[in-house]
């Protein structure tokens, strides 16, 4: 079975704090992405790479930055957190065809 | 830019009722179209997709959409639901060469008896 594994549920993290949100797949896919999910919003995209150390924005990439270092990991950096990014965080992976993205289940993080 | 429409914030539906839940899109190139379910608590799940070939595509649990391109939707249904269908439903798009998933903005489902 195909995974996508967010590294935590649940954060609580306070402002100004670093913070790292990590993701692995195991399909070998070539790209990965980072939404996050607000209600009424949907999701919309902070990030994604198509291949190791390779990044682009997406639409809201401000106060966030992403590693890819190997094919199965990206990491979502939140360098100062802020309340307004009190959100869930959804990490996917795709491979190069035209088909749909992988999720994995998603971090919930509460910026005190 | 392509974007997604889902017009319905919420669809309150009885058990056994059939249901539709609205998607539009609009993109001035070839799309491929998807839809998503996300249970409480979890990431989504692929549950349909169009690439291309038969404009109705369906899924395993009873669901079908339909590509209707002249007017720019794609639509999803359901002709009897069922409580374990309650679960937020997002429509996507995805154009020409690009890997990334613009997503609508959600439609709850809730099914009760």
């Known amino acids: 079975d195909v995974k996508v594994t967010q590294s935590s549920r649940y954060l609580v993290k306070r402002t100004g704090e670093k913070v790292f949100l990590e993701c692995v797949q195991d399909m070998d896919h070539e790209n990965m992405f980072w939404y996050r999910q607000d209600p009424g919003l949907g999701l919309r995209l902070i990030y994604f790479s198509y291949d190791v150390k390779m990044k682009e924005k997406g639409d809201i990439p401000e106060g966030y930055s992403v590693s890819r270092e190997k094919k199965e990991r990206f990491s979502l950096i939140l360098e100062s957190a802020s309340t307004n990014q009190t959100s869930m965080y959804l990490c996917?992976?795709?491979?190069?065809?035209?088909?749909?993205?992988?999720f994995g289940e998603g971090s919930r993080l509460t910026v005190l | 830019a392509q974007s997604v429409t889902q017009l319905d914030s919420q669809v309150p539906v009885f058990e056994e009722a059939p249901v539709e839940l609205r998607c539009n899109y609009s993109s001035s190139v070839s799309v491929y179209l998807f839809w998503y379910v996300q249970y409480p608590n979890q990431g989504l799940q692929l549950l349909l997709k169009?690439?291309?070939?038969?404009?109705l595509v369906e899924s395993i649990n009873g669901f079908e959409a339909e590509f209707n391109k002249s007017q720019t939707s794609f639509h999803l249904r359901k002709p009897s639901v069922h409580i374990s269908d309650t679960a937020e439903y997002f429509c996507?798009?995805?154009?020409?060469?690009?890997?990334?998933?613009?997503f609508g903005t959600g439609t709850r489902l809730q099914v009760t008896l």
């Open positions: 996917a992976s795709s491979d190069a065809t035209r088909g749909g993205l992988f």
């Open positions: 169009y690439l291309s070939g038969s404009t």
């Open positions: 996507a798009v995805r154009t020409g060469t690009a890997s990334k998933l613009t």
